[in-house]
């Protein structure tokens, strides 16, 4: 029997607008904090997990500014999952008793990135010359299909429930509408201000149906987590051990073939897959959870993955919606932290973002957003391409 | 002389596209593969897509990439069981006349010329 492991500490940035500070700067604000929450050092990190997609740095880097102590460290790049494989590194090296505690951190500059689009179409060539394994002869973004994001996820639910007509433009956007009400009560979230359902559908169009207060909002931040063995837990502190939160279940899957997935992003197989195997881990199913993070890249996807995530009926995902369970008064608040529309999603940190989120609450530090009472919450994110890490978290009964 | 956007739209003698399909399941898919990723064998046979398809799911894109004509409608279809992802051409990129489930028919259409006089060939699909 492997290890139980365990959030020692942990810590998310403001995210937003971070113009004084460069990537380590975040990096290091993040790892330092999550340390500190910890009660412990760099000296006692005896492995590391780091990711920066777009920035060019490592955990070396970050190593040089906060302590060298010659840890290995695991840059990973897993598109929007990025963060959480870094974390799922680490647990995996504690699991396997290679470790005893351990440091993971997601970091991102994207502030004024502007859309996650595909590549950009340059002049046309000289000559028309076939290359790479479809021979193509141009960037084929916008000349056969879309490579951005906001009208892959736009696609993925308009496909809902073998594309349910209900499945539309005004039921995305109250989707939209609930993430930018959670927002206003968390004074780390980018974006802050309510919008009403009329001002997110008349916001410019993206992608149809995904006007911009639809689509995640680019922005600067960081998170990090201090991970923890059970058996080095039980010999911290009293304090230590009743704020620790179990990582009751962590999971990292790819996407398995199926007949579209070549053609057509398949985000809801891979999430089914992991989820299934977190419930299985962790021994509790959904109607044990009192928050969900999932990620809500696009609004349209949030609404495929309370299915995926079985938290709904199979194919129930709109009629759970409309019942308000969602909302932070239902009976399965999701995105309390406002989601990353609102919240924002720097994306090499939100991994580690959303399991901040949802730690904060179970260790009943939320503040004005605290959901009362949380014992357990889950974790989701998507990098697409795909894979997905889900972690199931619990209330230290320590 | 004319060239396809891609190698699996092939011309002639009626435009249409092809898929490899792996000789030991059947597994169908676009482009050059090492092996199959449904069973790992690595024995292909050509696929004749058909022509002929239903609209699966669409979005219609405003701001894309910096060279991207917009707005243009992005759809995955359902051609005779095989997902083909492509453009809905010929009609205007709107949502009320776009809909899930309409039929649809493979069309070509010219990207334009090279400077050694070679017309590109792009396809999309045509609301039937
Ligand atoms: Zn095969």
Same mark, same amino acid.
């Given at each position: 029997m492997s290890e139980n492991v365990w959030i020692l500490g942990i810590h998310m940035t403001p995210f937003g607008k971070r113009a004084d500070l460069d990537v380590l700067d975040l990096a290091a604000e993040a790892a330092l904090a999550a340390l500190k929450d910890a009660g412990v050092t760099m000296k006692d990190m005896q492995v590391m997990g780091y990711g920066?997609?777009?920035?060019?740095?490592?955990?070396?880097?970050?190593?040089k500014q906060i302590g060298q102590t010659g840890i290995p460290s695991f840059n990973v790049s897993n598109a929007c999952a990025?963060?959480?494989?870094?974390?799922?590194?680490?647990?995996?090296?504690?699991?396997?008793?290679?470790?005893?505690?351990?440091i993971a951190v997601g970091v991102e500059k994207l502030y004024g990135a502007g859309l996650l689009t595909g590549n950009s179409v340059g002049s046309g060539p000289e000559t028309w010359t076939p290359t790479g394994r479809n021979g193509a002869i141009k960037n084929l973004d916008g000349f056969i299909g879309t490579s951005g994001m906001a009208g892959l996820f736009a696609q993925i639910g308009l496909a809902y429930n073998d594309s349910d007509p209900r499945a539309?433009?005004?039921?995305?956007?109250?989707?939209?509408?609930?993430?930018?009400?959670?927002?206003?009560?968390?004074?780390?979230?980018?974006?802050?201000?309510?919008? &009403? !359902? %009329? =001002?997110?559908?008349?916001?410019?169009? $993206?992608?149809?149906?995904?006007?911009?207060?639809?689509?995640?909002?680019?922005?600067?931040?960081?998170a990090a987590s201090v991970i923890v063995?059970?058996?080095?837990?039980?010999?911290? &502190? !009293? %304090? =230590?051990?009743?704020?620790?939160?179990? $990582?009751?279940?962590?999971?990292?899957?790819s996407d398995p073939w199926t007949e579209a997935s070549q053609e057509f992003?398949?985000?809801?197989?891979?999430?089914?897959?992991?989820?299934?195997?977190?419930? %299985? =881990?962790?021994?509790?199913?959904?109607?044990?959870?009192?928050?969900?993070?999932?990620?809500?890249?696009?609004a349209a996807a949030e609404l495929v993955h309370y299915d995926n995530l079985g938290l709904c009926e199979p194919g129930g995902a709109i009629d759970f919606f409309n019942s308000g369970a969602t909302w932070r008064d239902g009976r399965m608040p999701v995105?309390?932290?406002?989601?990353?529309?609102?919240?924002?999603?720097?994306?090499?940190?939100?991994?580690?973002?959303?399991?901040?989120?949802?730690?904060?609450?179970?260790?009943?530090?939320?503040?004005?957003?605290?959901?009362?009472?949380?014992?357990?919450?889950m974790a989701h994110v998507i990098g697409l391409g795909s894979s997905c890490t889900v972690h199931i978290l619990e209330k230290s009964g320590l | 002389m004319s060239i396809p956007i891609v190698n699996y739209?092939?011309?002639?003698?009626?435009?249409?596209?092809?898929?490899?399909?792996?000789?030991?399941?059947?597994?169908k898919f676009f482009g050059r593969h090492n092996a199959c990723p449904k069973c790992f064998g690595v024995?292909?046979?050509?696929?004749?897509?058909?022509?002929?398809?239903?609209?699966?799911?669409?979005?219609?894109?405003?701001?894309?990439?910096?060279?991207?004509?917009?707005?243009?409608?992005?759809?995955?279809?359902?051609?005779?069981?095989?997902?083909?992802?492509?453009?809905?051409i010929g009609v205007d990129p709107d949502p009320e006349i776009i809909t899930r489930g309409m039929h649809v028919q493979l069309k070509t259409y010219s990207l334009g010329t090279d400077a050694e006089g070679v017309e590109a060939i792009g396809f999309g699909f045509e609301p039937v």
């Open positions: 920066n997609l777009r920035g060019g740095t490592s955990g070396q880097s970050l190593q990025t963060g959480s494989t870094a974390m799922r590194a680490v647990i995996m090296a504690i699991k396997a008793g290679e470790a005893d505690m351990g539309d433009f005004e039921l995305f956007a109250r989707i939209s509408e609930k993430s930018h009400s959670h927002s206003t009560l968390n004074p780390n979230a980018a974006y802050q201000n309510k919008m &009403s !359902l %009329e =001002q997110i559908m008349n916001d410019p169009m $993206i992608a149809y149906p995904h006007t911009r207060s639809m689509c995640s909002a680019n922005c600067d931040g960081a063995s059970e058996t080095k837990l039980r010999t911290l &502190s !009293l %304090e =230590q051990q009743r704020r620790a939160v179990k $990582i009751s279940a962590s999971i990292l899957a992003a398949d985000v809801s197989t891979v999430t089914r897959n992991a989820a299934v195997a977190a419930y %299985e =881990q962790a021994g509790i199913g959904p109607d044990d959870l009192d928050l969900v993070e999932l990620h809500d890249c696009f995105n309390v932290s406002g989601g990353l529309q609102s919240k924002g999603h720097p994306i090499a940190a939100t991994g580690i973002a959303n399991i901040w989120e949802v730690a904060t609450h179970l260790r009943g530090e939320a503040g004005p957003r605290q959901i009362q009472g949380a014992k357990a919450g | 739209l092939v011309l002639e003698p009626q435009p249409h596209l092809v898929a490899q399909e792996c000789t030991a399941c059947k597994a024995t292909f046979a050509e696929f004749e897509v058909p022509t002929t398809g239903v609209l699966k799911t669409f979005t219609i894109v405003h701001h894309d990439a910096k060279g991207v004509p917009v707005p243009y409608c992005a759809a995955v279809l359902d051609c005779g069981g095989m997902t083909v992802g492509g453009n809905i």
